[in-house]
């Protein structure tokens, strides 16, 4: 089973501003023993997400907050190392969301098992799992994009912003992308096949460069950072524009969300609708967006990128990376080996 030591990390303070190192805390405990029903549980990767900072906070959301002193909980992909419940044999591989841990204990009841043969373990935390069904669900459930229209995703490097820009390829849209190094743009229009990209970080006037990447301008906006890019595209929207609130990244640090833009015009003069949503209002269509994102991958027309970061010790530093905009891709931490 390897090391007897059970390691977890806890949240040790409330964040004000951009959370740091202080604010977590790492405890070892033994491993558990298991009881009827349950299975032991060995961490592979463990998913750091943005939406973790939200519940850093004890506001009130749409995810009920960390606790102080209780472990943080995640994505997680590990193996079954022990079971005494029938629908899970020693050697599964499985996801589920559960504790910043080397090990954890399960009843099983939210555990879905993940078959190796069809793709890497690891997909389960991105294109095959939340973050894959966040893009499908948003895009085509309420952006619903047609031939010919064009589609702007903001933080397009990601691990959902650039699954949004080739489902809406695939769908025949020409897809601007915003990301925040040159990197990043020349990823998403080199190898990813976006349109273009604009890099809102050093372009001297984002609004304008969003006009000449957006000739026709924006049917589709797909916003998951919020801020002053997001203010950029309410001047291009066209008539029955859809905008779809994902994320809000660039805000969630901030203390006093700073102010934009009333929306209410440019929305009420086009006819165009805003909507907010989180991926579990959809869930019950979850085998469906499972079932053809498995498809496109089998089939290379979707593609996918991985940040992987080495050793439980530097799990702290990935999620706060995230703030930093050190990732391409899905940002994952790799604690054991498949």
């Not at 098992?113 to 935390?125: F, G, I, Y």
């Not at 020349?186 to 000449?212: H, M, P, Q, R």
């Not at 969300?257 to 086009?270: A, E, F, I």
């Amino acid at each position: 089973m390897g090391s007897s030591v059970n390691r977890k990390i806890l949240l040790a303070s409330r964040p004000k501003g951009i959370p740091d190192e202080s604010n977590f805390t790492v405890i070892k405990e033994s491993i558990p023993e298991i009881k009827e029903g349950e299975v032991l549980i060995r961490t592979i990767y463990l998913s750091v997400d943005p939406y973790m900072r939200g519940r850093m906070s004890n506001a009130i959301s749409y995810a009920k907050p960390y606790e102080l002193g209780e472990p943080f909980l995640g994505g997680v992909v590990g193996r079954v190392v022990d079971s005494k419940n029938s629908r899970f044999q020693v050697g599964d591989y499985i996801e589920g969301r559960l504790e910043w841990a080397d090990y954890n204990v399960s009843d099983g009841k939210m555990l879905r098992k993940v078959n190796p043969e069809l793709a890497p373990v690891s997909t389960a935390l991105h294109v095959l799992g939340m973050p894959g069904l966040t893009a499908y669900f948003g895009l085509l459930y309420i952006g619903e994009p047609k031939d010919g229209e064009t589609v702007v995703v903001s933080g397009a490097s990601g691990a959902v912003g650039m699954l949004v820009g080739q489902l809406a390829k695939l769908k025949g849209c020409r897809v601007v992308g915003i990301a925040g190094t040159d990197e990043k743009c020349s990823y998403i229009t080199e190898e990813l096949g976006f349109d273009a990209a604009v890099n809102y970080k050093t372009t001297e006037n984002l609004e304008t460069a969003l006009k000449t990447a957006c000739p026709d301008g924006v049917d589709v906006y797909f916003d998951n950072v919020g801020g002053e890019v997001s203010d950029s595209i309410l001047s291009l929207i066209n008539f029955q524009a859809r905008i779809i609130i994902c994320g809000q990244i660039s805000q969630y640090n901030l203390e006093n969300p700073s102010m934009g833009p009333r929306v209410g015009g440019q929305l009420l003069k086009n006819s165009a609708m805003m909507k907010g949503f989180i991926v579990s209002d959809y869930e019950e269509h979850n085998d469906e967006g499972l079932a053809k994102l498995s498809q496109w991958l089998r089939e290379g027309k979707i593609q996918y990128r991985e940040n992987v970061v080495i050793g439980f010790e530097n799990t702290i530093n990935a999620f706060l990376g995230l703030f930093r905009g050190d990732n391409i891709g899905k940002q994952l931490v790799k604690l054991t080996e498949e």
